[in-house]
C-alpha cells in the first residue's frame, strides 16, 4: 500500500502525488480532467462565429436552374406565397441581417426571421400554413430550415471574405432539388 497526501490506497497508481485511478500510462486525473474542460471550449469558439450580413448577389448556381416550366427560380411543384422568394431555387440577391440571437433574410418581398436557440418561429403566429423557420449551428456553418405547407427547405450557409456559400435543399410534393450557390457581398 502506498500513501499520497496523508491517505490510504489500495492498488491506486501515484503520480507526484496526483492520484491517476489506472488511468492509462499514469497520466494524472487532473490533467485528464483539465482536457475534457478545454476542447468543448474550443470547439464552441468556431461555433456560431461567422458574420453573415450583408446584401449577396448571385454569381454562380451548380447545377443551373432549368429554364421552362418548374424553372425559373422556382421548384418543380412549390406553390404558395414564397414560392417565388423563400422557396426560389436561385435567389440573385439575399440580405442577411445577423444579431446575437437571429438571424433574418430578405428574398425579394419576403422576410424569414430565425431564432439561433432552435427554436421554431411561425409567420404569422397561430396559422395552419404559416412559414415555419428554425436555426442551429453546426460548427461555423448555420443551418436555416424552413416549412411553409408542403414545402420544405434547408440552407447550409458559409462565409469566407467575400464569399457567401449557400447549399439549398427544396423539397415538394417528393420532388427535392439541392443546389449550391454561390454569392458575392455587394454592401
Given amino acids: 500500500m502506498t500513501k ?6 489500495s492498488g491506486a497508481l501515484h503520480t507526484r502525488g496526483l492520484r491517476t485511478w489506472g488511468t ?21 469558439t468556431a461555433q ?18 432549368a429554364a421552362g416550366r418548374g424553372g425559373g427560380g422556382r421548384g418543380g411543384g412549390i406553390s404558395g406565397p414564397y ?29 424569414a426571421v430565425f431564432t439561433l436557440d432552435g427554436r421554431t418561429m411561425s409567420t404569422p403566429p397561430g396559422d395552419v400554413l404559416a412559414l415555419k423557420t428554425r436555426a ?8 436555416l430550415h424552413y416549412k411553409q405547407g408542403m414545402n420544405w427547405g434547408r440552407d447550409i450557409l458559409s ?5 457567401l456559400t449557400l447549399v439549398r435543399d427544396l423539397e415538394s ?4 432539388t439541392t443546389r449550391t450557390l454561390t454569392y458575392s457581398k455587394t454592401s
Fill in 48 to 65: 456560431g462565429s461567422a458574420n453573415f450580413s450583408g446584401m449577396w448577389k448571385l454569381t454562380k448556381t451548380d447545377p443551373p436552374v
Fill in 4 to 9: 499520497s497526501c496523508g491517505h490510504r490506497s
Fill in 83 to 111: 414560392a417565388e422568394t423563400t422557396f426560389n431555387q436561385a435567389p440573385e440577391t439575399i440580405a442577411i441581417t445577423q444579431s446575437g440571437s437571429d438571424v433574418t433574410v430578405q428574398i425579394g418581398s419576403a422576410k
Fill in 159 to 163: 462565409v469566407s471574405g467575400g464569399t
Fill in 24 to 44: 492509462p500510462s499514469g497520466v494524472p486525473v487532473l490533467l485528464l480532467v483539465a482536457v475534457c474542460v478545454l476542447i468543448p471550449s474550443a470547439r464552441g
Fill in 136 to 143: 442551429h449551428w453546426d460548427g461555423a456553418a448555420l443551418h
Fill in 173 to 176: 410534393g417528393g420532388a427535392s
